[in-house]
């Protein structure tokens, strides 16, 4: 199998339908929670829509760069995101993200192999390899984060 095959299958089983290492994925975890849950606070942890939208932040972000754009992301503007009025921000916002995730694991999949070895915008950013399996990474962190929060939320007052 080719690299760039495997590192979107590894995005196939975090964002959309995997089970394999966290037995669940952001897909089948964000079209279970309402509004309500996405946005309880919980002590000092992010809320579960401030997660969503910080890794949506960087699909769009690294996605805007596969399609030949600059890089105008900053890691400082991640967590900014806009408040959710109603339940349709709320499934704007988890749409939003699949199809970014979509568009994301489809695109590493079509990448040719020699592509992952190249600098990723610039040499201090690494390679493109580096950069998708940080996303990997980075996912499945904060998917055991939305994960316990919800848990935490429910034990707190089953919505």
Known sequence: MKKAQDLANRLQEVLLNG???????YKDQLLNIRLQEAVHQIESLNTIAALTYHINYYLEGILSVFNGNPLSIKDQYSFDLPPLHSASDWDNLVERFLLNATNFVE????????KLDEVFEEEK???????????????????????????????????
């Open 107 to 114: 695109q590493v999949a079509q990448m040719p192999d020699e």
């Open 19 to 25: 089970y394999w290492i966290a037995n669940t994925n």
């Open 125 to 159: 950013y690494g390679t493109y390899f580096r950069n998708i399996a940080g996303v990997i990474e980075h996912s499945y962190y904060h998917l055991g984060q939305i994960v316990l929060i919800r848990k935490l939320i429910q034990k707190q007052s089953p919505m």
